[in-house]
């Protein structure tokens, strides 16, 4: 897990991926035939020389904060980047990544002892909030730190009970940790174009652009699903459970109409079913109600390409502390080997 803890702890908001993206390509060198980078800061990592193309994305930014303000006495107001639970911020410890030095704060907000009896009620929402780092507007800006500088929640991975770990991020480099793996190991016999992708979580930019690009025959991306095992969520509501293996996602979106996502290619999700079936691995299928991966975006590039996603069941999405399963996660890592092992007839 000594991967996994790298790279949930690496910063990397959407727009700032950088810090991530520089451990993803140190780590490949070796084991796939080429890495580039293109303009808008996806990486390409290429491996195998058969017929078909297939495309596997995992994103690399996470939701984060981003510096609006500074006050005179030195007080940051800061902006959300991605879908940020208002609830989930108060007393949060950050880190503010500036040009010369990173600096830790704290987000607080009034004292609980002097609010008004409607405010105690009521959810503090993140514009009442800010960020305290000890330091005056000038020795912030001495450190680099001004509008538009990216923050992070400050956040270790560790390891629960049974097999599960904790940690930020995990959202998608579960995923990015899933095709890192998967690289390492597989002998393709596809062209493998594997893409660590930016600005997922701010509308599945990245997956736009670099679908564009490799112009794959099939589109797989691996992502994180709600786990629903747990107080307060009703099983029709959340099915999925942890540590009963990757999710094949069969359809995804907007609450209501599951507009806006992906309705999975069924030949893709047959293929990845037998897959599983073949190589002995416990799998669920899932449609998510509320969201999305860049499989979406991946099937609408160009003249439409068959797309699908592989989900690792989570729980506590969209927060700072995102739970999984290591069995489900090696789990995934076999999955994809073989996906990248198998050849496709379908097509």
Known sequence: MELLKKISEAPGVSGFEYGISEIIKKELQGFVNKIEEDRFGN???????????????????????????????GFIRFAKIGGVPDHVLLSQRVIIHGKYKKIYGVIGCKA??????????????????????GLSKEQLEKYGIGIGTPITIERDLVELENDLIVGRAMDDRAGCYILIEALKKANPVNKIIAVFTVQEEVGLRGATISSYNVKPDIGIAIDTTIAGDHPEVSESEAPVKIGNGPVIV?????????????????????????????????????????????????????????????????RYLHTFSEVLSKRDLESGIKLIIGLMESKISFL
């Open 43 to 73: 990486i390409y990592a290429y491996k195998g020389n058969g017929e078909k193309t297939i495309m596997i994305t995992a994103h690399m930014d996470e939701i984060g904060l981003i510096v609006k303000h500074i006050d005179d006495r």
């Open 250 to 314: 069969v359809a995804d979106g907007r609450r209501e109409s599951l507009g806006g996502g992906l309705l999975a290619n069924s030949l893709i999700v047959n293929w990845l079913i037998e897959l599983a079936n073949k190589l002995g691995i416990k799998y669920q299928l899932g449609v998510l109600e509320g969201g999305t991966t860049d499989a979406a975006a991946i099937q609408l590039s160009r003249g439409g390409i068959p797309s699908g996603c592989i989900s690792i069941p989570t």
């Open 112 to 133: 609980i002892h002097i609010m008004k009896e409607e405010e105690r009620k009521q959810l503090v929402t993140y514009d009442k909030m800010f960020i305290d780092t």
